[in-house]
């Protein structure tokens, strides 16, 4: 049971250019999530999908947008990157709509823009 | 918005003593307080959560404390071991401002003394 998958796990852009984080889940659940984490700054939410269709804004979601391509799948894109952009993302899926539900993680994408 | 703050940073604690963790919330309508564990490396893991119904839950040497009325709540670690040593996560959902969505505090690094 693989869970939360998260491709690639490491990846070095340079300013301005564009690339997908693709996040993919094989438990059923029904709502994603994309997370970055900082230093000291533990994990802030970039956007959410409370259900396959769905898609909402969260705390951080300037200069990324995302697709829910299916109930599976959930990826994040990055038109034009910034080195402000440079961070560990996480993707997260629950089995409820609420946030008030265990979220199961992926290993995260360590993302390097210079 | 709902905001969690979560203290100490840091702790170092000696192989068998207790570690205590503690982080207080805004929204007084939030309902669900996990915890996670974060290992070098790897996404958060859920270690044990508690619902704004009950005062304390207990899962061998982990326990969770949760005071609403001074709207804050605690990880307790007791008989601490290496493996202990990670990044702990507090967070608080449910409220009126983060129904759909999980708020973090900043994290917690314990490390355990051998």
């Known amino acids: 049971n693989a869970g939360v998958t998260q491709t690639p796990k490491f990846q070095v852009l340079k300013t301005g250019q564009s690339m997908t984080l693709q996040c993919a889940q094989d438990?059923?659940?029904?709502?994603m999530y994309w997370y970055r984490q900082d230093p000291g700054m533990g994990l802030r939410l970039i956007y959410y999908s409370a259900s396959e269709g769905t898609t909402d804004k969260g705390e951080v979601p300037n200069g990324y947008n995302v697709s829910r391509l299916n109930k599976r799948e959930f990826s994040l894109r990055l038109e034009s990157a910034a080195p402000s952009q440079t961070s560990v993302y996480f993707c997260a899926s629950s089995v409820g709509r609420g946030g008030n539900q265990p979220q199961h993680f992926g290993d995260g994408t360590r993302l390097s823009i210079l | 918005g709902e905001n969690v703050e979560q203290h100490p940073s840091t702790l170092s604690v000696q192989e068998g003593d207790s570690a205590v963790i503690k982080c207080t919330y805004s929204?007084?309508?939030?309902?669900?307080f996990p915890w996670y564990k974060q290992e070098l490396g790897k996404g958060p893991q859920l270690i044990i959560d508690?619902?704004?119904?009950?005062g304390e839950k207990k899962d061998q040497r982990i326990a969770v404390t949760l005071n609403k009325t001074a709207k804050h709540f605690s990880l307790h670690i007791t008989e601490t071991q290496p493996e202990d040593s990670a990044v702990y996560f507090c967070?608080?959902?449910?409220?009126?401002?983060?129904?759909?969505?999980?708020?973090f505090g900043s994290g917690t690094r314990l490390s355990i003394r051998p």
């Open positions: 967070a608080a959902s449910g409220g009126y401002s983060s129904a759909s969505k999980i708020i």
């Open positions: 508690i619902r704004s119904n009950v």
């Open positions: 438990m059923n659940h029904n709502s």
């Open positions: 929204d007084s309508a939030s309902n669900y």
